[in-house]
C-alpha cells in the first residue's frame, strides 16, 4: 500500500528507485559448547573464507571505482582475516574450552581490541579499528546474518537509514545511489550537505522511514519538498517521473548562467563560490560556474580511511584542488574534526556535549604536531594557486593568534629549508560562534577575511543542535537574533576593508540572498548544485533597495516575521 512519509527537505530534486536499507544489524556472540571440535573449527574456516570472498571483492570494486586509497583500507581488513595471531588462538579457544567459533572470535578479539585501544600508539589504535571491522564481517557469516555492503550496490537504489555518518557517506557511490532517506538529522547535518554536494536527492529527519520502508520498496524522494513516497501507485509514480524531467529541464536552463558573473540588478558584483570535500568535487563546482571556493572541508580528507592522510597526501589534494580553481580564490579550512565528525583511527575523549568540546581549532592546539603537518601540506600547495587558509571554530582573538603563529613557523622553517612558499595567500577564520560575531571589530583588524559559519552559528545562537530533528523550529536562519550577527560581522569587516564570506548553508538559500546582499555580504559559498539558482536570484534583486530594508527587517521580532517579510517584496 502506498504511504507518504515526511520529512526535512535537505537537497533538491526527485529521485525513484529501489529501497536499500543501509542498517547495521545487532550480531550478538552467546556462548555455546561444542563437542565436535573439528567441527567448529572448519564452520569458522568456512567464515573466514566467505568474508576474505566479500573482502576481495569490495577491494576491487572500489579501487576500479573510486579509488585505490579508498581501497587500502580493505587490503588491511584482508590482512586481519589472515594474520595467524588472531586467528589461531581463536582456534586454540574453540578447542581448550569447548566453546562455539562466534564465542571464541568475539571473546578473543574483544581482548586484542582492548588492549591496542589502550596503546598510546596510533598505528595499534587503527589495528583496533581493522579487528573491530573484520569480526563483525566473520560473525555475520557465522551467524547467517547480511550485513550491508553500500560499496556493492549495483543498482539503482535510494538509501534508507536511521542515519549516515560522515564516514558512511564517503563510501556512498553516487553512480547507484540516486537519493537517501534518514531518520535522524536537520538541513545542515553533513549527510545533507554531503547529498548537496553530490547533487543527490534528499529528505532527512523522517523518524518512521526505517519503520516504514522495506528492502526492494519503490520509493519516490521529493528532496525540495521533503515527501517521501512508499510504494507510489502507478498513477503517483507517472506523475513524479514528469516532476523529475521539469526538474532537469529547469536545471539545463539555469545553465546558460554558468559563464556568467554575479551580479545584483542594479549592478553590484559579488562572488558565488562552492563548497567541497573532496578535490574530486572541485569539477562540480566549476560545471555550475562557481567562481571559487569557498569552504574545502579538509577534514573529509581524513575519513573513510584507517590512517592520517600523509604530509604528501595532503599536499596532492590541496595542489589539485589549487590547480583546478587556475588562480579563482579558494578557501581551505583546516581539519574540523569533532561534534559529529569523528575519524575512527583517533580516539577522541568522551564528551558530555561534544559540539562544546575538543574539537575543530581547538583539538588541533592541542594536538599541534598534527596540526602542523596539515599546515606545511598548505603551505607547500600555496604557490600553485590562490589560496587563502581559513581556522575552524574560533572563539577568542587569543586561538587566532595562536593558529597563526604556529602557521607563520611552519612557513619560515619551509623557507629556511629552501622550500617554496607563496607570498600572497590569505589567513582568515570563520565566523560561527557567537563571542567570535560579537567581537569581529576585534577580530577584523587581525584577519584577511571572514567566514560567516551559519550552519554553527545557529546552533550555538538558538542553543539548538544542529541535528535534532526535534528542534527544527528553533533553528532559524531568519531569527533576527542570527541576522544582527551577521550584520555585525559584515559590518565590522568592512570598516578594516577585509572581505566578509558566508560558507554555512544559508549562503545558498534562495530566501536568504536578498538579505545578505542588501547587508552587503561579499562572497556567498554553497553546494554547487546551488550556485546557478543563487546567481540567478541575485540578478533579480537591487541591492540598493535590499539595503533601504535592512534596519526596518533586523527590528522585526521573530524569524517569521522576516520571513513574511520578505515573501512580501516584490
Ligand atoms: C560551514 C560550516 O561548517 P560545518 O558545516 O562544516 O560545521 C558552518 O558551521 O556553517
Ligand atoms: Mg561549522
Redo the contacts with the bound molecule.
Keep these: 500500500m502506498k504511504s507518504t512519509i515526511n520529512g526535512i527537505a535537505a537537497s533538491d530534486g526527485i529521485a525513484i528507485a529501489k529501497a536499500f536499507r543501509l542498517e547495521h544489524p545487532v550480531l550478538e556472540a552467546k556462548i555455546r559448547n561444542i563437542t565436535d571440535i573439528e567441527a567448529e573449527q572448519a564452520r569458522l574456516d568456512a567464515a573466514l573464507d566467505a568474508s576474505r570472498r566479500d573482502l576481495e571483492e569490495i577491494r576491487k570494486r572500489t579501487a576500479g571505482e573510486i579509488g585505490e586509497e579508498e581501497a587500502a583500507i580493505f587490503s588491511a581488513h584482508l590482512l586481519v582475516l589472515d594474520d595467524p595471531e588472531l586467528i589461531g588462538p581463536v582456534k586454540e579457544k574453540i578447542k581448550g574450552d569447548g566453546v562455539n567459533a562466534e564465542y571464541a572470535l568475539d571473546e578473543t578479539a574483544s581482548g586484542f581490541i582492548t588492549l591496542f585501544e589502550s596503546m598510546d600508539n596510533d598505528y595499534m589504535k587503527e589495528r583496533a579499528a581493522d579487528i573491530r571491522d573484520v569480526t563483525k564481517r566473520i560473525l555475520s557469516h557465522l551467524l547467517g546474518v547480511t550485513v550491508p555492503n553500500p560499496a556493492l550496490i549495483r543498482e539503482e537504489v535510494i538509501v534508507v537509514a536511521e542515519d549516515l555518518t560522515p564516514s558512511d557517506t564517503v563510501q556512498l557511490n553516487p553512480a547507484w545511489v540516486k537519493g537517501f532517506v534518514t531518520d535522524i538529522g536537520g538541513r545542515?547535518s553533513?549527510s545533507a550537505?554531503l547529498a548537496r554536494t553530490l547533487e543527490i536527492p534528499a529528505v532527512v529527519g523522517i523518524r518512521s522511514a526505517m519503520a516504514e520502508i522495506a528492502d526492494g520498496d519503490i520509493v519516490i524522494v521529493d528532496g525540495t519538498t521533503g515527501e517521501v513516497i512508499v510504494r507510489p501507485d502507478e498513477q503517483t509514480l507517472a506523475g513524479y517521473t514528469e516532476k523529475q524531467q521539469a526538474f532537469d529541464l529547469q536545471r539545463g536552463e539555469l545553465s546558460r548562467l554558468a559563464g556568467e558573473p554575479s551580479v545584483s540588478a542594479d549592478g553590484h558584483r559579488i562572488e558565488i563560490a562552492g563548497?567541497i570535500g573532496s578535490p574530486a568535487d572541485a569539477a562540480k563546482v566549476l560545471e555550475n560556474g562557481g567562481e571559487g571556493v569557498g569552504?574545502f572541508?579538509t577534514?573529509f580528507l581524513y575519513m573513510g580511511r584507517d590512517s592520517f592522510p600523509t604530509e604528501d597526501e595532503q599536499y596532492e589534494a590541496y595542489r589539485s584542488v589549487l590547480e583546478q580553481m587556475d588562480g579563482r580564490p579558494t578557501i581551505v579550512?583546516t581539519l574540523?574534526i569533532g561534534?559529529d565528525?569523528k575519524l575512527s583511527y583517533m580516539q577522541l575523549p568522551e564528551e558530555e556535549n561534544p559540539f562544546l568540546g575538543i574539537r575543530?581549532i581547538r583539538l588541533c592546539l592541542e594536538e599541534e604536531d598534527m596540526f602542523r603537518i596539515q599546515l606545511r601540506a598548505l603551505l607547500r600547495a600555496s604557490v600553485h594557486g590562490k589560496l587563502k587558509i581559513m581556522f575552524?571554530?574560533i572563539a577568542t582573538v587569543d586561538e587566532f593568534r595562536r593558529a597563526k603563529a604556529v602557521l607563520l613557523d611552519e612557513k619560515q622553517k619551509l623557507t629556511a629549508a629552501g622550500t617554496p612558499v607563496g607570498d600572497d595567500f590569505e589567513v582568515g577564520m570563520?565566523v560561527?560562534i557567537p563571542a567570535a560575531a560579537l567581537m569581529a571589530d576585534a577580530f577584523a583588524k587581525e584577519v584577511d577575511f571572514f567566514?560567516?559559519?551559519?550552519?554553527?552559528?545557529?546552533?550555538y545562537t538558538m542553543a539548538a543542535d544542529?541535528m535534532n530533528e526535534r528542534l527544527s523550529y528553533l533553528y532559524q536562519p531568519f531569527s533576527p537574533a542570527v541576522l544582527r550577527l551577521i550584520r555585525n560581522v559584515i559590518d565590522a569587516a568592512h570598516r578594516q576593508g577585509k572581505m566578509a564570506g558566508?560558507?554555512?548553508?544559508?549562503a545558498g538559500d534562495e530566501r536568504a540572498i536578498p538579505l545578505l546582499l542588501g547587508m552587503g555580504l561579499d562572497e556567498f559559498s554553497m553546494s554547487a548544485s546551488s550556485i546557478l539558482k543563487a546567481r540567478a536570484k541575485a540578478a533579480e534583486t537591487s541591492k540598493a533597495d535590499m539595503e533601504n530594508r535592512i534596519d526596518e527587517i533586523l527590528s522585526l521580532a521573530s524569524g517569521e516575521e522576516v520571513l513574511e517579510y520578505l515573501e512580501n517584496i516584490r
Design positions: 545542515t553533513h550537505i563548497n569552504l572541508r577534514e579550512r574540523d561534534g565528525k575543530a575552524p571554530m570563520m560561527e567566514s560567516i559559519g551559519t550552519n554553527d552559528l545557529i546552533q544542529r558566508m560558507c554555512g548553508e544559508m
